[in-house]
């Protein structure tokens, strides 16, 4: 299969790395990037008859847990690394 979509086999490889009880999020939206919760995992097919496995985000009102962390955010490449501007020296009363 000649195709940049991952497969059921190497998402279960990939989440076989990490910590069983870990929670499952999904990082939405490159340009206003959002951690959303997994409630589900559906089966179905698209256009051609290919087996096809959805993810889905819960619709309870908790679902969107709000924006990614900004080193998810950056690893994605979704936004360059920030860094603080530099400091300015602190101005004196009295105009010193």
């Known amino acids: ?3 940049s979509e991952m497969t059921v086999g190497e998402l279960i490889d ?5 910590d069983r009880s870990a929670p499952v ?6 340009f206003f ?6 409630e589900q995992v559906l089966a179905s097919v698209d256009d051609t008859g290919r087996a096809v496995v959805y993810l889905a985000e819960g619709r309870d009102e908790g679902a969107q847990l709000g924006h990614l962390p900004a080193e998810v955010a950056v690893a994605l490449t979704w936004q360059g690394p920030v860094q603080a501007p530099p400091r300015r020296p602190r101005r004196r009363a009295g105009g010193n």
């Open 1 to 3: 299969m000649t195709s």
């Open 25 to 30: 999020r999904l990082a939405m939206n490159p």
């Open 14 to 18: 990939r989440l076989s790395a990490h």
């Open 33 to 38: 990037p959002m951690a959303h919760r997994v």
